[in-house]
Each structure stands twice: as structure tokens, then as C-alpha cells.
């Protein structure tokens, strides 16, 4: 009985060390994300001060195949501030909401009818819808930031991810991806300007594409979707040349 008990101690220890061994590797693994994508824009001018960003709003009717539906949120919402200015970032984040049926036309519901909250965004992507809240050049409250100058807020298209159960996280991903890089394109921005909303707070989000490693290959999808894009428009039109 004593040798039993005593295998019992040990096997319980032993998980008692894993655990902690799991717990600070993600919190190391936290750290170094913060370290390398943290908050370094914020209050600095940014490294091209000369360069001319867009603040006229050119709505897309589609991307990546999908029908962009525009749903503005109100004038007299406290989510609408309703002030216009130059689009410097596109801001990636997650819903966090993992009920079932919280997909993209259930968000646009909340952010219509829901005057309760200042919190905003522009677009949400679901597997299989793209919702469209504000124009590209308003600001919206959800970079967690505030008035900062060059953050997030002031200066970014909030994209939300929904990460609802019975969705598609995977369709969501090349969707958001091909959104981005349609924004990208509209507004002739870079890769440089795709942001997570950790950049701006110490917040992990989006959530579940940090913490399952996946930001650099949802990065690459940008990319391609931004380089067909843009190779797209560059081949010569049909019959031209001829």
C-alpha cells in the first residue's frame, strides 16, 4: 500500500510539472509575440512621413467571389462617430464568440440594434458572408487604443473574424484574407499595413490565430490573394494588342 500511495505522489507531482511546464511555455510564447508585433506605432510618426493615404471611402461590391453586404450602422449611434479620416491600417481581429449561430448577419443585428455600447468595427467575415458596418473612412472603437495618433482606431479598418461553432474557421480565414487584400488593393496600401489587434493593446487577439500559430500563414494567404490581384490587373484585357 505504501508503494502505491508513494507511485501516486510522484505521478501527481509529475503532473503538477507538466502543468507548470505547459504554463510558461505559452506565457514565453506570449512574450515573444508582444515583443515582436507590440505597440510600436502608436505614437510615432510613421517611417514614410511623405506618403499619401486614401480618406475617401470607395466601397467594393465583393471580394474573393462573396457580395459585400453593406449594412451602415446609424447617424445617431454612439458606435458611429461619424468622423472621417486618412485609412493608414487594416486591423484584424476574432469575435471570441463561439455560440453557435454568431455568425456575421448576427453581428450586423447587434451593431445595429444594440445602442448600449460604443464598440464598432467595419467589417465581420463569417464562412461565408462579408458585413459591411462603416465606411472605410470613419473611425471605429475597436483597436483599444483611443484617440492615439497613429493607432488603431484613428486610423484602421477593423476586420472581425467570427469563430462561432458551427462555422467554418478555415473558410473564415481565406475569406478575411481575400477581403484584406481587396482593401489593400482599393486603397493602395502594402502588406506592411496589416495589423492585429494585439499591436495596439496587450490584448491576445485574434485570439485563436495566435494562439494555434497561425498568423504567419494567414499572412502568405493576404499576400497571394494581394498578388493575384494586382497580377489580374496587369495582364493585358482580352483581344488587346491583337
Keep these: 500500500m505504501g508503494m502505491k500511495k508513494a507511485k ?35 505614437d510615432e510618426e510613421p517611417q514614410d ?6 480618406v475617401v471611402n470607395n466601397e467594393l461590391g465583393s471580394a474573393g467571389g462573396i457580395e459585400i453586404i453593406h449594412a451602415y450602422i446609424p447617424w445617431d449611434s454612439p458606435r458611429r462617430p461619424g468622423e472621417v479620416r486618412e485609412i493608414r491600417y487594416i486591423t484584424i481581429h476574432e469575435t471570441d464568440n ?3 449561430g454568431s455568425d456575421a448577419e ?14 464598432s468595427w467595419h467589417y465581420t467575415v ?6 459591411h458596418h462603416l465606411p472605410d473612412n470613419e473611425i471605429a472603437w475597436n483597436a483599444g487604443d483611443q484617440r492615439t495618433k497613429y493607432g488603431g482606431n484613428i486610423n484602421g479598418i477593423g476586420i472581425e ?16 484574407a481575400a477581403l484584406t487584400a481587396a482593401l489593400l488593393d482599393n486603397y493602395g496600401m502594402t502588406m506592411d ?9 496587450h490584448k491576445v ?14 499572412l502568405h494567404m493576404i499576400e497571394e490573394d494581394l498578388l493575384e490581384i494586382q497580377a489580374a490587373k496587369a495582364a493585358p484585357a482580352e483581344g488587346e494588342g491583337e
Design 8 to 42: 501516486r505522489q510522484r505521478r501527481k507531482l509529475l503532473y503538477i510539472l507538466v502543468g507548470i511546464l505547459t504554463a510558461l511555455l505559452c506565457a514565453l510564447f506570449l512574450l515573444v509575440f508582444f515583443t515582436n508585433r507590440a505597440n510600436v506605432l502608436q
Design 49 to 54: 512621413p511623405g506618403r499619401v493615404y486614401a
Design 98 to 100: 463561439r455560440s453557435r
Design 106 to 119: 448576427a453581428h450586423s443585428r447587434y451593431l445595429l440594434n444594440d445602442a448600449n455600447d460604443s464598440t
Design 126 to 131: 463569417d464562412d461565408g458572408h462579408i458585413y
Design 161 to 176: 473574424m467570427c469563430v462561432n461553432i458551427d462555422g467554418d474557421y478555415d473558410q473564415t480565414l481565406r475569406n478575411t
Design 193 to 201: 499595413d496589416v495589423r492585429f489587434h494585439s499591436d495596439f493593446m
Design 205 to 218: 487577439c485574434p485570439h485563436r490565430l495566435i494562439t494555434e500559430g497561425r498568423t504567419g500563414e494567414f
